[in-house]
Every structure is written in structure tokens, then in C-alpha cells.
């Protein structure tokens, strides 16, 4: 009897998730505990392993389909698979980059992986079946699975399947799918490509300043994300379930909250010295990487700490002042953007703050975060600098009433006792919540992390 | 009030063609003064006489045999099986000398061997099962399987006046519940074409014998969910008309084959390859099959019961390949 997987429960209020993208395929052997598919839900985006070895025998939801929790997403056929697939194999791990160029469609794939060819007909027919290459394979190298009706449409009327949303069994490209994309090319190039479940328009591409997590440029580690490719000009494609959460929580956020932001500019000529001074060395004892990103997490922590209503949140008439600091850190990724709390800032130590930024961060770009990492951050630390924007206005990350963002650093002339130096400056903004935070103690607070910031005295080791 | 039935149907046949020629006999075992174990041949041998109306030996290969040497001698036996089962007794006969006689000295065997096949009469092992692949599989004889009243009439009576060893099974299901009104004039009924009994779009369900009326059921209640399958009726085995089911793919993409008899060997493989072979690029889903399992027909009602395609069944095998 073949192992049930179902859709896990990924948190109390979470009763449905979607599934992203399938990390193996009918047929593929997997190990325990090995990754099987990407899932999303409304506060998590996470791979899921397989619990048990053995063969995957058949996936019952497709990519891009939400279903509810304990629903049967696929079948593992218990006994351990010949050898345990090293990992990678069979479905890159997203966020890692390809060992070597991509060589899918030539290796060789394992015994019954690939489809038979037709049979030899008695007589010879016509036009023997040669399906297009393009055809074959979606652009993420997933099989397009398709129908030989679906592929001889597809070859006669030149169309890439990969550009087509299945609506049938198990995701399937059915013959109404391949006919209605037809029609709705030959009606004009405008027309939705997928039927989308959704009406998605995707927004026009927001400025990074207005999306709050997007300025998660920098990463701790300083990864960049890789440019979003969501579509081809003039197709209308759905909203990933990470881009829709996206887009929900912002305009909530911009409804809920009175937005106003302040701006400073920092000389970071002590921390830049620091950092130079100390990064090998904290590399090389900790095996970490030194980053911007934790000397403005500790400053913002040591000004919440005399400034506690940014570490706070609204309820009704009632301002609830947080008594933990759990630190929001946005994290870009290629397809949107997550924010990974670093819990308990008030008690850790640089080091401690910095090890744990690593972590999350880098589980982030893993897509290995635990429901338990995204969820109760009191204050979030955006970076919309990365591409050299002097500063943005981030928005708010509700139910926080506080964000800070951290421009690009760069060298620049700077007025010092009426002599002009050069000095790697940065502008701070904070973005505040109006209704609980005035322009005063907004400023007082980033006066006070400017002065962390300026006058470093804390040990980093 | 449709009054007649197909066995009512198969009578009519027989009455017919001896009445147009008087070449044509019958030998059995108890159809002449019996009338026959379902009553078929009832009042033909008052009408036609002994000569023509015979009632032979409990020995079916002797029967086949002799039947066999009438038709070298220019006449046109028609043979009845009591029960379909019982043709393996003359197993030898039919498929060793009356099927190969045609290629072996160019001497065809104008035969009819007819009998009642099938289940769902609680007739057990010995009296339900279908035998039709055994000569699907044997070159130079015909398999006829009629589903309606009017095909048991019209393709009876093509069998006769063909010049080759035909098997003419009846259904004893059919026998007495299917009911239809047939025109007064003569219709033959041609052999190795398909009827398609009902037009559809969704799917196509290629079928014979009892299955016909079956997979029209099963047709009636997808209606309501909006599913239109269209049903084929093969109506001959051999020659088998690839050409109606190939085109009745082509229009709806998709195949379901139903038939009573046993799984494995049936002719829904050889329709399944078929299409693959010529009609590969015209599917949009699997060829899906409903049958009886593997195993002899059993005698206990329920076993029978389940043991025999129903039409739930074939509703069940549509949604699944209408959702594919």
C-alpha cells in the first residue's frame, strides 16, 4: 500500500495551502525526509519532505493548486529506493543555483521516467509524431504533461505548451485548454494566456520603496535576489500565492496605519572600520559573515528599548507595548519577498544577534522557514538600498507600527567642522504609525540610532 | 407496445430465409419436435418439416461435422447450440476444418453456428460464459454479436446467405426483455459494420452484445451531469470495423471500451492498440476498459451480480476518463 502524503497543518489558523511547485515526479525515488514539494500558505512558504522512502507513485495536486489541509497531495510507494538520490537531483532545491548548466532534457533519465513513444503503426502513418522541443518541458523543466491530442494540436498550431495552465486531472493540458488558448490567441495577443483562477493583474512593477519587504535588497548573508520573471510582455499571468499575500498585507497596512516617515543620514565610518577590522576574523572563528544588517538591528534594538511605543501595537483605543523585541528581517526573494523574525533581540548578544540573522535569512533563501520564524515580530528592518536608491519609504508591517529602512552606503562629501570629508554614509527613514507614534519621538528614537550607529561602543564578539 | 422480441426476432430470421430458400436446414439437439431449449426454433419444424428441421445427437463435434459435409453438398445448415458453452465439444471441427476449408482448397462453408451466449440468468459457469475470442482468434470464421431486436433479425439473416463459417451469438439475456417493434419489409443487416446507437461528444464507449442497453443506461444518467458520451455499437467482431471506432475517436478524443466478457484477452485490447495504431495523436486521455474480472461466471447471485459490467459501473469509468 502506498504511503499517503497529505497537506500538513502549518499553523492553528491555517486551514489550506498551495502547493508551488513539486520537487519530484511520478516515479521518482525518494528518500525520508528529502524534499518533495514547495508549499505556500498564508504565512509560510516551506519544503515539505517526504516521510517515508520509496518511489513517488502519483501526485494528486498539481503545482498552483490550493487545497485543504489533510488532503491527499500524493502516494509514496513504501521500500527503499535503489540508492538514495543525492539531493538536487530530480528537482533543483530552490534558491540554490545549479551546480553545473542545466542538462535535463539530455541525461539520461531512470528506467521508466521517460514516456514510450507511440507504437510503430502497421502502416506507415503520415505524419510520424515528433513533438516539439519546446513543447516538452515548462520553463522551469518540469514535463508539461499533455495528451498526444494536446501535442499534435499544440505542434500544428505552433504553441509552447509550457505557456498553458492545465485544468485537468492531475494538472493536465486538456484538449479545452489547448482549443480555448487558440481561440484566445487568434482573438488577440492580449488575451489570458492560464485561465487563471483569480482575476490577476499583476501591478505594475511597484517601486521597491512601496513594498515593504522588497527592500530586503540586502540580505543578511548579501545575496542578490535573481530578477523576478514572472511573464512575457502582454500576457496577463495569476498572482503567486506569495505575491497575492503580498499585495493583501500592503494595502492593508497603508489602510490601517497613518504613514509617515522620517529620514536621516549616518556616518558610518566607525562601524565601516569595525567591520573591515573584524570580518575575517568572523569569518574565520564563527564561521559567519559580518553584516551592515545586524550593527542597524542593534541599534534599533538599544533606541526601542528607550523608546518602546515603535515596539508596540494597536488595539482598538488600546497601545500594547511589547515586552520582547523580535526583530522582522526582510529577505528578498526571486519570486517576492518573506520576513523572518529574529525572536528575543533584547537578551542576545552581537554575536548571537548576528548568528541568528544568518539563520534565518539563509532559511529564507532555503525556503526551510518554520511557521514559527515569520510569525510575532514586533519591529521589521528593511534594506531597499541594494541597487543604489538613496532611501525608500517603506510600509509599514502590520500589526507593527514601525519600520526601519537602510539606504544604500555609499562614500560621499560630508561637511565635518566646516572642512569637507569623505565618509561612507547611509540615510536611515523610519516609517510610523502616526496614530500612536508623533514626529517627535519618532525622531528622538532615530536621533538615538543614529548616535548607536555613529558612536559604536558595543562589543561585537 | 413494442411487441416483439429478439428472440422473437431470431425466429423470424430462421422463418424468413427458409421460406426464401430451401437450401437453408437447421440441426440442433431438441429443436425440432422440442421447439429448443429457449423455444427459438418453436413451430419451424411443423412448418418445414423434419428434413429441414433436425434434431441430432447429444454430440456436438459430430453435429459441427455433419453440418459441415451438408454444406459441401450445396446446402445451407444452420446449427443451433444449446448453450454457446457446449461449442467447445466441437471445437475441432469449426476451427481445424470449416474455418481453414476456404484457404485450404478455395471451398468456402456457408455455416451458421448459433447459440445462446452470456450472463445474468443464473445459469452458472457452464451456461453464461462468453466464448467469442476463441474464434475472434481463429482466422476464417465471422463473430456476430447482436444488441438489438432488429440487428438479431437483420445480421441473422446475413449470416445465412454469407458464404462462410459465421458464429451467431444471442444473448439469453436479451432473449425475452428486449422488446422492439421491426418494420414489415425485409432488412439485412450488413456483417462488420458498426451502428453508432447513441451520438455523443464527450467520449466515446465502443461496445456489444447485452453491453449495448447497459452502456445506454449508463449514457441516460451522465446526461444529467452534462456528460454526452457516444456509444458504438460493434454489432461484429470479426471483421471488426476499426473505421467506425477510429472515427468516432477522432471526434471525441477519448475512448472507454465495455464488454462482458473476461478482462484479459478481450477484444478491448485489440480496439485499444488498434486506435493507438492509427489514431494515436487523436487521444486526449487513456483508453479505459470495464469487463468482467478474470474469472469462471459464478453461480451465486451476488457474485453473478458483480461479477457482470453493470451500468454503474460505466457511468463510473466515463467520469473518471470525461474529468481526465
Not at chain 2, 438479431?152 to 462462410?164: E, Q, T, W
Not at chain 2, 470495423?241 to 485489440?270: F, M, P, Q
Not at chain 2, 495523436?281 to 459464478?298: H, N, S, Y
Request: one cysteine or more; proline letters at 8%; charged letters at 25%.
Amino acid at each position: 500500500m502506498p504511503t499517503e502524503v497529505k497537506m500538513p497543518q502549518m499553523g492553528e489558523s491555517i486551514y489550506e495551502g498551495t502547493i508551488t511547485k513539486w520537487l519530484k515526479k511520478a516515479g521518482d525515488d525518494v528518500a525520508k525526509d528529502e524534499p518533495l514539494y514547495e508549499l505556500s500558505t498564508d504565512k509560510v512558504d516551506t519544503e515539505i519532505p517526504s516521510p517515508v522512502s520509496g518511489r513517488l507513485e502519483k501526485i494528486a495536486v498539481a503545482a498552483g493548486k490550493k487545497v485543504p489541509i489533510h488532503t491527499v497531495v500524493c502516494w509514496v510507494e513504501e521500500g527503499a529506493p535503489a540508492a538514495a538520490p543525492p539531493s538536487g537531483v530530480g528537482g533543483v532545491v530552490a534558491g540554490m543555483p545549479p551546480v553545473a548548466p542545466e542538462q535535463e532534457p539530455a541525461a539520461p533519465p531512470p528506467a521508466g521516467e521517460k514516456p514510450a513513444p507511440p507504437p510503430a503503426p502497421a502502416k506507415p502513418v503520415p505524419e510520424p509524431a515528433a513533438p516539439s522541443a519546446p513543447s516538452e518541458h515548462g520553463g522551469d523543466g518540469e514535463r508539461v504533461f499533455a495528451s498526444p491530442l494536446v501535442r499534435k494540436i499544440a505542434r500544428e498550431e505552433n504553441v509552447d505548451l509550457s505557456q498553458i495552465q492545465g485544468t485537468g486531472g492531475g494538472g493536465r493540458i486538456t484538449k479545452e485548454d489547448i482549443l480555448a488558448y487558440v481561440e484566445s490567441r487568434k482573438a488577440g495577443p492580449a488575451i489570458a494566456a492560464r485561465p487563471a483562477a483569480a482575476p490577476a493583474l499583476a501591478p505594475a512593477a511597484a517601486p521597491p520603496s512601496e513594498v515593504a519587504g522588497a527592500m530586503a535588497g540586502r540580505p543578511a548573508a548579501g545575496a542578490a535576489p535573481a530578477k523576478p520573471a514572472i511573464g512575457r510582455p502582454g500576457e496577463v499571468v495569476p498572482m503567486s500565492p506569495m505575491r497575492a499575500k503580498i499585495a493583501e498585507h500592503m494595502v492593508m497596512s497603508k489602510r490601517t496605519s497613518a504613514h509617515v516617515h522620517t529620514v536621516f543620514e549616518v556616518d558610518l565610518s566607525k562601524i565601516w572600520a569595525l567591520r573591515e577590522r573584524e570580518k575575517d576574523d568572523y569569518e574565520r572563528v564563527y564561521s559567519l559573515k559580518l553584516t551592515f544588517t545586524t550593527f542597524f538591528a542593534a541599534a534599533a534594538a538599544e533606541a526601542i528599548k528607550e523608546f518602546p511605543t515603535l515596539n508596540s501595537s494597536v488595539n482598538g483605543t488600546n497601545i500594547i507595548l511589547k515586552r520582547e523585541i523580535h526583530l522582522g528581517i526582510a529577505v528578498a526573494l526571486p519570486d517576492g519577498l518573506i520576513v523572518p523574525v529574529v525572536k528575543n533581540v533584547e537578551e542576545k548578544s552581537f554575536l548571537g544577534l548576528q548568528r541568528a540573522i544568518s539563520d534565518v535569512a539563509e532559511r529564507a533563501r532555503l525556503k526551510k522557514l518554520t511557521l514559527d520564524d515569520v510569525q510575532g515580530g514586533t519591529f521589521t528592518i528593511t534594506n531597499p538600498g541594494i541597487y543604489g536608491g538613496l532611501f525608500g519609504t517603506p510600509i509599514i508591517n502590520q500589526p507593527q507600527v514601525a519600520i526601519l529602512g537602510v539606504g544604500g552606503i555609499e562614500k560621499r562629501p560630508v561637511v565635518i567642522d566646516d572642512a569637507i570629508a569623505i565618509r561612507p554614509m547611509c540615510h536611515l527613514v523610519l516609517g510610523f504609525d502616526h496614530r500612536v507614534i508623533d514626529g517627535a519621538v519618532a525622531d528622538q528614537f532615530m536621533a538615538k540610532v543614529k548616535n548607536v550607529l555613529q558612536n559604536w561602543s558595543l562589543p561585537i564578539k | 407496445m413494442p411487441h416483439v422480441t429478439f428472440l422473437d426476432a431470431i425466429t423470424q430470421a430462421l422463418r424468413e430465409e427458409m421460406e426464401r430458400d430451401s437450401k437453408v436446414i437447421l440441426m440442433g439437439e431438441d429443436i425440432g419436435a422440442y421447439g429448443g431449449a429457449f423455444g427459438v426454433t418453436r413451430g419451424l419444424r411443423e412448418r418445414f418439416g423434419a428434413d429441414r428441421v433436425m434434431d441430432t445427437p447429444l454430440a456436438e463435434l459430430a453435429l459441427v461435422g455433419a453440418a459441415i459435409g451438408c454444406s459441401y453438398l450445396g446446402l445451407r445448415p444452420v446449427v443451433e447450440f444449446q448453450f454457446a458453452d457446449f461449442i467447445s465439444s466441437g471445437f475441432d471441427q469449426i476451427v481445424n476444418f470449416a474455418a481453414t476449408s476456404r484457404y485450404r482448397w478455395g471451398v468456402g462453408v456457408p455455416l451458421v453456428l448459433r447459440g445462446p451466449w452470456g450472463g445474468g440468468v443464473r445459469a452458472g459457469m457452464f451456461h453464461s460464459r462468453c466464448m467469442e475470442m476463441w474464434f475472434v482468434h481463429t482466422p476464417g470464421i465471422k463473430v456476430v454479436v447482436p444488441g438489438t431486436v432488429r440487428d438479431a433479425r437483420g445480421l441473422l439473416k446475413s449470416s445465412i446467405r454469407d458464404g462462410d463459417p459465421v458464429l451467431y451469438l444471442e444473448h439469453k439475456y436479451l432473449y425475452r426483455r428486449l422488446k422492439d417493434d421491426l418494420p414489415d419489409q425485409e432488412e439485412l443487416t450488413p456483417i462488420g459494420k458498426a451502428d453508432v446507437a447513441l451520438e455523443g461528444k464527450d467520449l466515446t464507449i465502443v461496445t456489444y452484445g447485452a453491453m449495448r442497453t447497459a452502456c445506454l443506461e449508463a449514457a441516460r444518467e451522465l446526461e444529467r451531469d452534462g456528460i454526452r458520451p457516444e456509444v458504438v455499437d460493434l454489432r461484429t467482431l470479426v471483421p471488426l470495423d476499426r473505421a467506425a471506432v477510429i472515427e468516432s475517436v477522432r471526434k471525441t478524443n477519448k475512448l472507454l471500451i465495455v464488454h462482458e466478457d473476461t478482462r484479459t484477452g478481450g477484444i478491448a485490447g485489440e480496439i485499444a492498440v488498434s486506435v493507438c495504431e492509427e489514431a494515436f495523436e487523436d487521444l486526449d486521455g487513456p483508453i479505459l476498459r470495464v469487463t468482467a474480472p478474470d474469472t469462471p461466471v459464478p453461480y451465486a447471485p451476488t457474485l453473478e451480480d458483480y461479477f457482470l459490467p453493470r451500468a454503474e459501473d460505466v457511468v463510473k469509468a466515463v467520469r473518471k476518463l470525461a474529468k481526465y
